[in-house]
């Protein structure tokens, strides 16, 4: 099976599909992204690209609401906070390494700062 996302004029992603591996091959039987995706354009219409569930290419498995972004050929998630930046594996990073003492923390955006979740 393959997957593919359907693509707005901005680059995000508005729906994930599953096509059969034949729809996206060859007479060889050779699978081919440019196939796969005209065959999703004829039967649906608009812009496709292939996404990997197991994210062995494209980054990340994409999403509702993911962009693609062309000069990292990547699908990449919403930006959670302003602070955070995208990372070489198109994943987002927050200014500040969350604490690893097994204590359970939540973003602060106006701190940028993790603090601690203490249950009452």
Request: charged fraction near 20%; include cysteine; aromatic fraction near 14%.
């Amino acid at each position: 099976m393959a997957h593919f996302a359907q693509l707005d004029e901005n680059n995000v992603v508005t729906q994930v599909i599953v096509i059969d591996n034949k729809d996206t091959s060859d007479v060889n039987g050779v699978e081919k992204e440019y196939i796969g995706a005209a065959f999703c354009e004829r039967v649906f219409g608009g812009n496709w690209k292939q996404t990997s569930y197991n994210g062995n290419f494209r980054k990340n498995y994409a999403g509702i609401g993911y962009t693609y972004q062309t000069d990292i050929d990547a699908f990449v998630p919403p930006q959670p906070y302003p602070s955070w930046t995208l990372d070489a594996n198109a994943q987002w990073q927050p200014p500040v390494a969350i604490p690893t003492d097994g204590k359970m923390y939540s973003w602060d955006e106006a701190t940028t700062s993790w603090v601690e979740i203490v249950e009452a």
